[in-house]
């Protein structure tokens, strides 16, 4: 059975940085795609980034984070990345890492392309 973990959450001033590490476990990680979401207090769970199995388009990031935060993969660990710089008080919320079916050639920051997903950990950006 398929399951991910996130770890790295924390507390950082605004300007700041922090890395998020998702571990993938009960699957082939290497033809997974993997994304990383967010839930802003009062609002949907939204898309943040996604990172392919394969070369073609590898990588989607939202408007939002895009040039501030990086999300990458080490295939050999089994683990996905999210590189966050230049925090904002906007990114506070809880961000989740999320697999979708192995094999499946998607690049999408839609939740409902997702099907296994971690419990969440907590980023807090203080202004």
């Known amino acids: 059975q398929v399951q991910v973990a996130e770890f790295g959450g924390g507390f950082v001033q605004a300007g700041g940085s922090l890395r998020l590490s998702c571990t993938y476990s009960?699957?082939?990680?290497?033809?997974?795609?993997m994304g990383w979401f967010r839930q802003i207090p009062g609002r949907e769970v939204d898309g943040v980034a996604t990172?392919?199995?394969?070369?073609?388009?590898?990588?989607i990031y939202s408007p939002a984070v895009k040039g501030r935060f990086t999300i990458s993969r080490l295939n050999v660990k089994n683990t996905v990345y999210l590189q966050m710089d230049r925090l904002r008080p906007e990114d506070t919320g809880l961000y989740f890492c999320?697999?979708?079916?192995?094999?499946?050639?998607?690049?999408?920051?839609?939740?409902?392309?997702?099907?296994?997903w971690g419990q969440g950990t907590r980023v807090t950006v203080s202004s």
């Open positions: 990172i392919s199995w394969d070369d073609v388009d590898p990588t």
């Open positions: 009960g699957g082939t990680f290497a033809d997974t795609t």
């Open positions: 999320a697999a979708a079916s192995s094999g499946r050639r998607i690049v999408s920051l839609y939740p409902s392309d997702y099907d296994v």
